[in-house]
């Protein structure tokens, strides 16, 4: 089983919908770790997120907007050979992607990001509140460089 790297972005775009959550790494200024899991949509290069007004993550971000984002998918137990132990690995697909994050205010931008988000789940079309807009931080991270890799997959044969 080896690891592969790709680089187009069809294929990168194409594992980070297939995710359910991205996980979201924040370093404080003393360089404390903080990673949560996240709900999230993604269009044109964009990574849109949504939170509470105020928090751990907000503080954090205020201080280092820097983030580091991780999307895994299509997980699965293989081995080479069972009586093994190093032989063992987790066959998966994942992405990992480098931003700054940049909080959106404006109110029907707002409610776009929403709508990004909620089409990552839902192919319906839904109505906001203006109280929920107006209360939720929406995150955007603009992907500044990316990794893709498929790790445990089998050797071709010749």
């Not at 992405?95 to 909620?118: H, P, Q, S, Y």
Request: proline share 4%; glycine share 4%; hydrophobic share 35%.
């Amino acid at each position: 089983m080896k690891t592969l790297v790709h680089t187009e972005k069809e294929h990168i775009e194409e594992i980070i919908r297939s995710c359910d959550v991205c996980f979201v790494g924040l370093a404080d200024t003393d360089g404390t770790p903080y990673v949560i899991p996240m709900n999230f949509g993604y269009r044109n290069g964009v990574i849109h997120l949504h939170s509470a007004q105020e928090g751990r993550s907000i503080s954090i971000l205020e201080r280092n907007p820097k983030v580091c984002i991780t999307f895994s998918t299509d997980h699965d137990l293989v081995f080479q050979h069972p009586e093994v132990a190093c032989s063992y690995r987790m066959r998966s697909k994942s992405v990992i992607a480098w931003g700054e994050v940049r909080f959106e205010e404006d109110f029907d931008k707002k409610t776009e990001a929403l709508d990004i988000i909620m089409k990552q789940y839902s192919n319906k079309e839904f109505r906001y509140s203006d109280p929920a807009v107006k209360n939720v931080k929406i995150w955007l991270v603009d992907l500044d460089e990316v990794t893709c890799k498929e790790f445990g997959a089998p050797h071709k044969k010749y």
